[in-house]
């Protein structure tokens, strides 16, 4: 997947100018009340422009004492600051909705019309009939027929169609795997080069429309209709087609307009308080206040924040099913996560060798590296890595070599007279046993010892008499508990979901540093856990790839679901992670953060720069007839023309300044609720106040210049 994180490039650009125009419909820019207002005074302000240069250009109608330029051409300059703020604001949401639309084009190159092999005779169903064959031969769309299949575009597949692909072939639209095992090649959707194994049957039977079979033959069942494909739904997903404001952005949104209200009655209002100063103030000078004082900075900003959310969530792979989701996710105070390949690497390792009294060390670590020799299981091959032995140096004869299954629960080898067998404790116990043998003490206390310590005994034994203990341990993942410790300053209570015994569970929880866990967990387990705490108020989040985890990702609030998981996961789950990495819901939980905390500090911001803006225009309205009024003039400016001229000229390009903080997003500390907040009101909102005076002095001095 394209990860180009450029903020604008010369296609960007282009695009994002031309949708600037286009939104300027008033149909569109109602959607944003504040920007709307704003196109309404530069329509009005058009009026004011126009009918002054009828009235006769170079005159002057100027209320201010220092008169430096016409009142037609001041009005003119007003009128083109405001439209370049409408125009800025645009510019803004197209930037953003512009990179998601050059990601779409990349899908698309993945969604062209690829052929769909359908094997004639099978029970397969195409266009709701049974699949002949011959059905197809007379299909206008057909492209190929033969005696063993019928090649149809993809587009005519629909739910409940079966169809083949070999090595070499394009996976045509989304499906479950029901016969066969095939290595598949998912960069096209991952940007992830290494392929990864799919197979019928178990958690690993999806596949993607757009990936492609790099070796063996796979039957698949289509499990959606034409045009609701997953890269269907990813094209409209970061198009934005589909996207719609979340609760907190609208809520925000009818904060603004309240602001925006207040405003219009605050502009209002100064109306009569100037005529009983005898002070004529201009319908530019009353236009430019009301702009320069509500919330513009944030309004002409937040789509862009909420598309950009969404893009940094595509950009880690992971494709968001509602902006809601991401947003959800900032909120999160309870975190799911399975213990196997999130919390551990996954496989077991073998960690120590525990020879009993009286038992050669020699001898024993011999017998385990033979009864390994066959073992073809991580755990297997990590005891023969342990011993450094090459089993190789043993000299063995005609070995017959005895597989683990779940009746035995153990395997092991024969060789002429010798018997070694590795296993769990009570199996070979009991192999002991039958055998009039004593199993020993020192062992059975060892096995309760690293029980307790969260690992995993084997024991071993050679001709039915007990030699020692493997421990095998699960191998925390290197930088999980600092990840949790970040987690834990954000507020997020951890939950480790495990199959394990409590003794094992409570162990890795904590050397992992999780905050609670769930053992020897079903389905409905996660269910009720998630429930309890959604009833008491917290928000949930959870990650899964099976058919059992649907029912407790629907129920969460923020669910991933694996890509390579079932179908049922997927559709249960909000999300889902393109890279099949558990861990990433640490990282979605931090873009949700990110987001939040980007639409907080903007808003921060743009409601502090008010007060600069305040103290630059109030003054210059009022200061003839109210001289005393100089005194709120802090910043000296010019003239009141200048004045005024320099407020709204930094209400304009403030703006684009912002847009790449916007798209970027705030930089994302751990730290608590409080602690943000004050960060925020430091650093956006003292700096709101203080940039304002700083960027309008400045202009100030260009502007006096120019007048």
Do not use: W
Request: hydrophobic content about 45%; charged content about 20%.
């Amino acid at each position: 997947m394209n990860k180009d994180n450029k903020i604008l490039t010369r296609e960007t650009f282009n695009t994002s100018l031309k949708q600037s125009f286009i939104k300027l419909n008033p149909k569109v820019m109602i959607k944003n009340p504040i920007m709307f207002c704003v196109e309404i005074c530069t329509a009005v302000m058009l009026v004011v422009t126009i009918n002054s240069f009828f009235q006769g250009v170079g005159t002057d109608h100027s209320p201010f004492t220092t008169h430096h330029l016409p009142e037609s051409i001041y009005n003119l300059v007003v009128t083109t600051i405001l439209f370049l703020t409408v125009l800025f604001a645009n510019f803004a949401e197209a930037i953003a909705e512009a990179r998601g639309k050059a990601q779409a084009d990349s899908l698309r190159k993945t969604r062209e019309e690829t052929p769909a092999k359908i094997v004639n005779g099978e029970l397969g169903m195409v266009n709701g009939k049974k699949n002949t064959g011959s059905d197809l031969h007379h299909s206008p769309l057909t492209i190929h027929h033969s005696q063993e299949y019928t090649i149809i575009n993809s587009s005519q597949l629909k739910k409940g169609d079966v169809f083949f692909c070999e090595a070499g072939d394009v996976i045509p639209t989304d499906g479950e795997i029901i016969e066969g095992l095939a290595t598949i090649d998912e960069s096209a959707i991952t940007g992830e080069s290494a392929p990864v194994i799919r197979e019928a049957g178990g958690d690993k039977s999806s596949i993607t429309g757009g990936t492609k079979v790099l070796s063996d033959k796979i039957k698949v069942l289509v499990t959606t209709q034409p045009g609701e494909s997953f890269l269907d739904k990813m094209i409209a997903l970061v198009e934005g087609a589909s996207r719609q404001k979340t609760p907190n952005e609208i809520a925000l949104t009818i904060l603004l307009a309240g602001f925006t209200l207040v405003f219009i009655i605050v502009t209002i209002t100064l109306k009569p308080f100037a005529d009983y100063a005898q002070t004529p103030i201009t319908i530019a000078a009353f236009i430019s206040l009301f702009v320069c004082l509500i919330p513009t900075t944030i309004g002409g900003l937040l789509s862009a924040i909420g598309i950009a959310g969404m893009d940094r969530a595509l950009r880690a792979n992971v494709i968001t099913k509602s902006g809601k989701a991401v947003e959800t996710a900032g909120d999160v105070d309870v975190l799911l996560l399975d213990k196997t390949g999130t919390i551990t690497i996954g496989n077991r390792k073998a960690t120590h060798f525990y020879p009993a009294n009286g038992i050669d060390e020699k001898a024993f670590t011999k017998a385990v590296v033979l009864s390994s020799m066959a073992d073809e299981t991580p755990e297997g091959k990590s005891i023969i890595e342990l011993a450094n032995v090459n089993p190789l140096t043993y000299k063995i004869e005609n070995p017959k070599f005895i597989q683990f299954t779940a009746e035995t629960r153990c395997s092991g080898i024969d060789l002429g007279n010798s018997r070694i067998r590795k296993g769990a404790t009570d199996a070979i116990k009991n192999i002991v046993e039958r055998a009039g043998n004593k199993f020993p003490i020192e062992i059975a206390e060892k096995v309760k010892e690293i029980s307790s310590n969260g690992g995993t005994p084997l024991v071993v034994s050679e001709n039915e008499v007990a030699l020692g203990v493997v421990e095998l341990q699960d191998i925390i993942k290197p930088g999980i508990q600092e990840r949790f410790d970040r987690l834990r300053k954000m507020g997020i209570k951890t939950v480790m979901v495990t199959g394990d015994n409590p003794l094992t569970a409570k162990f890795i929880a904590e050397k992992a540093g999780v905050d609670d866990f769930i053992a020897e967990a079903k389905p409905e387990d996660k269910m009720n856990y998630i429930r309890k705490e959604q009833a008491d108020g917290r928000l949930v989040a959870m990650m899964g790839d099976g058919t059992n985890d649907a029912p407790a990702l629907a129920q969460a609030d923020v669910g991933v679901a694996m890509n390579s998981g079932t179908q049922a996961a997927k559709e249960a789950g909000n999300m889902v992670d393109l890279d099949n990495d558990p861990t990433k819901l640490i990282e979605v939980v931090e873009i949700g953060k990110q987001l939040l905390m980007t639409r907080g500090t903007l808003t921060t911001f743009s409601i502090a720069n008010d007060v600069a803006k305040y103290f630059a225009i109030i003054p210059a309205l009022f200061i003839t007839a109210i001289p005393a009024l100089q005194g709120l003039n802090i910043m000296k400016l010019h003239s009141p023309e200048s004045a005024i001229l320099s407020a709204v000229i930094f209400n304009a390009i403030i703006i684009p300044l912002l847009i790449p903080l916007a798209l970027k997003g705030v930089a994302y500390k751990p730290i608590g609720a409080s602690a943000l907040l004050r960060r925020n009101l430091f650093i956006y909102g003292l700096g709101g106040v203080i940039l304002p005076f700083i960027g309008i002095k400045l202009i100030d001095i260009l502007v006096s210049i120019v007048m």
